[in-house]
């Protein structure tokens, strides 16, 4: 286990754990996970299909891919694994592993599919993890990634805001555990929360919603924005990539025909391992 942060794998324990997502609608859970994989090729995987969900948490996308596939590995080094295990029991087709990235187990090679939502800008170096998870998939094979953005598609203004709220993510990461749940829900409530309906509002009047911030959470619940203020503010670790390096880092891991979406969450981008000659 090199590639990993303890104690960003250690925050992540204390957080899936107290947000097991049974707070969270099937309802709203699917319409999330369809935004993530609404440029997933499906049409590309068998029914047999052998496939791994990287840094799964509390397995939130699991439970709607198990499904469709023969085998599903979870993979995870923190505690939420065995949340996961819980959560998923009914699902007779997944393994469960608490492994890292870089160690999870896995024969190269021999996966048809595989998927990292929310994973590489919490590593200390993604472009290690890509090539480690790109490895062991068979040629032709797809996989999903969902990293966090440096802002390459906003204006100036934009930018500004985030390294405003990249200074209190770094003070309150580092606070003791029950400061931190406790101000990372209260960001919730004061600035998630009415920036959604703000735009929610905005959005019905017709205007542009494109740079307005916050706007992905316009129709989503208050539990979803609780979870989602603690990722990005309790946090120790957390680090952004733009468009091309992230092309350049799939490529370099001996991935092709990559294709992001153009929407939000920034940027999701799926890949196809290369067929080599």
């Given at each position: 286990?090199?590639?990993?942060?303890?104690?960003?794998?250690?925050?992540?324990?204390?957080?899936?754990?107290?947000?097991?997502?049974?707070?969270?609608?099937?309802?709203?859970?699917?319409?999330?996970?369809?935004?993530?994989?609404?440029?997933?090729?499906?049409?590309?995987?068998?029914?047999?299909?052998?496939?791994?969900?990287?840094?799964?948490?509390?397995?939130?996308?699991?439970?709607?891919?198990?499904?469709?596939v023969r085998k599903l590995h979870c993979i995870d080094p923190s505690n939420a694994i065995q949340v996961a295990k819980?959560?998923?029991?009914?699902?007779?087709?997944?393994?469960?592993?608490?492994?890292?990235?870089?160690?999870?187990?896995?024969?190269?090679?021999?996966?048809?599919?595989?998927?990292?939502?929310?994973?590489?800008?919490?590593?200390?170096?993604?472009?290690?993890?890509?090539?480690?998870?790109?490895?062991?998939?068979?040629?032709?094979?797809?996989?999903?990634?969902?990293?966090?953005?440096?802002?390459?598609?906003?204006?100036?203004?934009?930018?500004?805001?985030?390294?405003l709220s990249n200074i209190f993510r770094l003070i309150i990461s580092r606070l003791p555990k029950f400061l931190n749940?406790?101000?990372?829900?209260?960001?919730?409530?004061?600035?998630?929360?009415?920036?959604?309906?703000?735009?929610?509002?905005?959005?019905?009047?017709?205007?542009?919603?494109?740079?307005?911030?916050?706007?992905?959470?316009?129709?989503?619940?208050?539990?979803?924005?609780?979870?989602?203020?603690?990722?990005?503010?309790?946090?120790?670790?957390?680090?952004?990539?733009?468009?091309?390096?992230?092309?350049?880092?799939?490529?370099?891991?001996?991935?092709?025909?990559?294709?992001?979406?153009?929407?939000?969450?920034?940027?999701?981008?799926?890949?196809?391992?290369?067929?080599?000659?």
């Amino acid at each position: 286990m090199k590639n990993l942060d303890k104690k960003t794998v250690d925050s992540f324990s204390d957080q899936w754990v107290r947000y097991d997502q049974s707070g969270m609608k099937n309802k709203e859970a699917y319409k999330i996970y369809k935004s993530y994989f609404s440029i997933f090729p499906w049409d590309k995987i068998p029914k047999s299909a052998e496939g791994f969900d990287m840094g799964c948490g509390t397995g939130r996308w699991a439970k709607f891919v198990a499904p469709k596939v023969r085998k599903l590995h979870c993979i995870d080094p923190s505690n939420a694994i065995q949340v996961a295990k819980k959560k998923l029991k009914k699902f007779n087709n997944i393994r469960y592993h608490q492994k890292s990235l870089d160690s999870s187990g896995l024969k190269n090679k021999s996966q048809d599919f595989g998927y990292l939502l929310g994973v590489l800008h919490y590593v200390p170096d993604a472009r290690a993890a890509i090539k480690s998870c790109a490895n062991l998939l068979k040629p032709g094979a797809p996989i999903l990634l969902y990293i966090y953005y440096s802002l390459d598609n906003r204006p100036i203004w934009f930018k500004w805001l985030w390294v405003l709220s990249n200074i209190f993510r770094l003070i309150i990461s580092r606070l003791p555990k029950f400061l931190n749940f406790l101000i990372c829900d209260i960001i919730a409530l004061i600035i998630y929360y009415p920036f959604a309906k703000i735009s929610l509002m905005i959005e019905k009047v017709g205007l542009d919603l494109k740079n307005f911030p916050l706007h992905f959470y316009r129709n989503l619940s208050f539990y979803v924005m609780r979870t989602d203020s603690r990722d990005r503010f309790g946090s120790p670790m957390e680090k952004r990539y733009s468009k091309n390096e992230i092309r350049k880092m799939m490529t370099d891991a001996g991935l092709e025909k990559i294709k992001f979406k153009n929407s939000v969450p920034f940027w999701t981008v799926v890949g196809l391992k290369k067929n080599k000659k």
